[in-house]
């Protein structure tokens, strides 16, 4: 080798390329997709937030300035208020109706096996995957074959409402449930059977708290569901009678100001508050 003529670098030679591991490229494309995933949830909530501190009655950009007044204008609206109260009501009771048919439900499922079992399952589930409008026909249909039979009052009544909504908290009550019970020890139930406890002392005692979490999570996403359910409340709703969704949905159709984007972020809030609370007691990572 002459002197003063430095060597080629390896890769010029024709040596090999720079090794990439792999991982380290499946972990960034996994952050990717998770944080574009993040933005396409959260863009749209975070729009509703800011617009609805928007100052000007005509939506346009950028804004004029910002004000708190269309918060105080969804007090102005009795139907805004009526609805909110009408849809805690049902949304409490339909949570309640759902836990008590769902977890008893919950426990066959998970303990038994019979004959049917997977079809009671489907059946149990199946208001996941009906659209909102068919159960709404559906049911508004069957409430008037029921009355006509019965004599009952049960179309436009709030009992019937509830009932309705009690049909879609069933499904995540199951699921949640069945999910918490799949893991269960029944070993431990049957310690606590062998010491002397009754079958509902042992429940009561030693199940129970094992599920509290999918419970509690379940009395939640319940509550949620039906708290902002539309497409199946408007065929069951009495002439005069409102919930929050259908209260937005008839305000729309006469005017489109940012009050619509106060009553969504006070929605947000109230459910988000909640889930606060709840986890604070209950971590629902150990069930969602």
């Not at 009952?152 to 009544?157: A, D, E, F, Y």
């Amino acid at each position: 080798m002459a002197q003063g003529v430095l060597p080629a670098p390896a890769a010029a030679a024709g040596g090999p390329a720079p090794y990439v591991d792999p991982r380290l490229v499946g972990r960034a494309a996994l952050l990717a997709a998770a944080g574009l995933g993040y933005a396409v949830i959260l863009t749209p909530i975070l729009f509703v937030c800011w617009l609805s501190f928007f100052s000007n009655e005509i939506v346009t950009f950028p804004p004029q300035g910002y004000t708190l007044r269309w918060f105080a204008h969804i007090f102005d609206q009795n139907n805004f208020v009526s609805g909110f109260v009408t849809s805690l009501q049902v949304g409490v009771a339909a949570m309640i109706g759902g836990l008590v048919l769902g977890v008893p439900a919950s426990l066959v499922l998970a303990r038994r096996r019979f004959p049917g079992r997977e079809m009671l399952n489907t059946l149990l589930v199946l208001p996941l995957v009906v659209p909102g409008v068919v159960a709404g026909t559906a049911i508004y249909v069957f409430q008037i074959e029921v009355e006509i039979a019965t004599e009952l009052p049960l179309l436009g009544s709030r009992a019937g409402l509830v009932f309705a909504h009690i049909m879609i908290t069933i499904p995540w009550t199951v699921r949640l449930l069945t999910a918490s019970l799949s893991g269960f020890d029944r070993s431990v139930e049957e310690a606590a059977l062998n010491l002397g406890a009754t079958p509902l002392q042992a429940f009561f005692k030693v199940t129970l708290p094992v599920i509290k979490p999918g419970i509690v999570a379940a009395a939640l996403f319940g509550f949620i569901i039906s708290f902002g359910n539309l497409e199946m409340t408007l065929f069951l709703v009495a002439p005069g009678q409102t919930t929050l969704p259908i209260a937005i949905l008839q305000y729309l159709q006469w005017r489109i100001d940012p009050t619509i984007a106060a009553v969504s972020l006070l929605q947000i809030l109230l459910i988000g508050a909640g889930m606060l609370v709840t986890d604070r007691y209950v971590k629902l990572t150990r069930v969602l």
